[in-house]
T-cell receptor
Framework: TQLLEQSPQFLSIQEGENLTVYCNSS?????LQWYRQEPGEGPVLLVT?????EVKKLKRLTFQFGDARKDSSLHITAAQPGDTGLYLC???????????FGTGTRLKVLA | DTGVSQNPRHKITKRGQNVTFRCDPI?????LYWYRQTLGQGPEFLTY????????KSRLLSDRFSAERPKGSFSTLEIQRTEQGDSAMYLC?????????????FGPGTRLTVT
């Protein structure tokens, strides 16, 4: 089974600051998804990246897929308290029907 | 499109009892997944259905766990002889048939507490 490691595990920042969350694997993924999860709720899909080197933007969020499709990053510009949550990267496990989630990054944005 | 629904939202049970959770996926999504999530961790894959066929099971899914999707629509997850270590959030997700990228659409989860 492929593994996805996220860093940092926890992040507490002030409103207006920028941040980057990393998702790394030693294996190639055909695609990666990013989700945000709030307490007591299921994860909500933010974006899918498919092509190596792909960059996607969602308002203040910028997602990048590594050239070798083994890693991805999420950059948030001018973070707001509403960005607080657990950020998860995930993707299909090659050769199986499993779907693998990263270890998660818990973000807290202070007003 | 009403989204993925799960029932119940919360379940408190005594150790040794059996529990069953239900998941109603987004209509026309033929892929259905079950996950377990403990506090502060990412969801752990439990099992996958394509229509009514259970095509993948994690080793996390011990003999006490069983899942069904009898008509390819809703699914149930049963835990027999619950243990305190089963306390977790159980999440269900569905995915459309024609996507090659496997995006998941999640329900709100069922939080199980075993006392």
């Amino acid at each position: 089974t492929q593994l996805l490691e996220q860093s940092p595990q926890f992040l507490s920042i002030q409103e207006g600051e920028n941040l980057t969350v990393y998702c790394n694997s030693s294996s190639v993924f055909s695609s990666l998804q990013w989700y945000r999860q709030e307490p007591g709720e299921g994860p909500v899909l933010l974006v899918t990246v498919v092509t190596g080197g792909e960059v996607k933007k969602l308002k203040r969020l910028t997602f990048q897929f590594g050239d070798a499709r083994k890693d991805s990053s999420l950059h948030i510009t001018a973070a707001q308290p509403g960005d607080t949550g657990l950020y998860l990267c995930a993707g299909p496990d090659s050769g199986t029907y499993k779907y693998i989630f990263g270890t998660g990054t818990r973000l807290k944005v202070l007003a | 499109d009403t989204g993925v629904s799960q029932n119940p939202r919360h379940k408190i049970t005594k150790r040794g009892q059996n529990v069953t959770f239900r998941c109603d996926p987004i209509s026309e999504h033929n892929r259905l997944y079950w996950y377990r999530q403990t506090l502060g961790q990412g969801p752990e894959f439990l099992t996958y259905f394509q229509n009514e066929a259970q095509l993948e099971k994690s080793r996390l899914l011990s003999d006490r766990f069983s899942a069904e999707r009898p008509k390819g629509s809703f699914s149930t997850l049963e835990i027999q002889r619950t243990e305190q270590g089963d306390s977790a959030m159980y999440l269900c997700a569905s995915s459309p048939a024609l996507t090659s990228t496997y995006e998941q659409y999640f329900g709100p989860g069922t939080r199980l507490t075993v006392t």
